[in-house]
T-cell receptor
């Protein structure tokens, strides 16, 4: 089946630094990718929809200037957490839609855990 | 190897019926287990999150249970409606999974009017 990878799987950084998370569709071209965030003991929350070649669509309450999304190619979307703070510590997961599937099945990455000190 | 399995892969039932979706996992050492809904062409919707210390969670017509000893979780949907048609996924946060969620393949549910 289709595979979506994320890198890194976990990252620890100091407050004020920027962190980039990559999401790759390994064997298919994804025109649309989704970014989610999950805080400890809470459910997953959709942050934004990433469309190749255009601006991402952010969900209400998500700061687009803080969470920069770049979907520059059909197999790669990146999420950059700018000037990270401890409250940004979370689990970030992406998914990619496989256009080859009649049902436009989404495949999910394994996630990235971010800890901001 | 830690795995999450969902059976059946697809399920079709008449409107109004109560139904149960199954999720099994290979390692009882989990932090939590989640159920999600996936609609075609749309992002993921989180339904219920069950912490390791909990036995069940309820939200409206949905009830999710967790039995770590048997490695099973069920999602119960009461009085099903056509709008419940979607793919339902479960994902386990294993304690020894290198910070990764392990996902089931999903059950595609069709509710017939």
């Amino acid at each position: 089946g289709a595979v979506v990878s994320q890198h890194p799987s976990w990252v620890i950084c100091k407050s004020g630094t920027s962190v980039k998370i990559e999401c790759r569709s390994l064997d298919f071209q994804a025109t649309t990718m989704f970014w989610y965030r999950q805080f400890p003991k809470q459910s997953l929350m959709l942050m934004a929809t990433s469309n190749e070649g255009s601006k991402a669509t952010y969900e209400q309450g998500v700061e687009k200037d803080k969470f920069l999304i770049n979907h520059a190619s059909l197999t790669l979307s990146t999420l950059t957490v700018t000037s990270a703070h401890p409250e940004d510590s979370s689990f970030y997961i992406c998914s990619a839609r496989d256009p080859r599937s009649n049902q436009e099945t989404q495949y999910f990455g394994p996630g990235t855990r971010l800890l901001v000190l | 190897k830690q795995e999450v399995t969902q059976i059946p892969a697809a399920l079709s039932v008449p409107e109004g019926e109560n139904l149960v979706l199954n999720c099994s996992f290979t390692d009882s050492a989990i932090y939590n287990l989640q159920w999600f809904r996936q609609d075609p062409g749309k992002g993921l919707t989180s339904l219920l999150l069950i912490q390791s210390s909990q036995r069940e969670q309820t939200s409206g017509r949905l009830n999710a249970s967790l039995d770590k000893s048997s490695g099973r979780s069920t999602l119960y949907i009461a009085a099903s409606q056509p709008g419940d048609s979607a793919t339902y996924l479960c994902a386990a946060d294993f304690m020894d999974s290198n910070y990764q969620l392990i996902w089931g393949a999903g059950t595609k549910l069709i509710i017939k009017p």
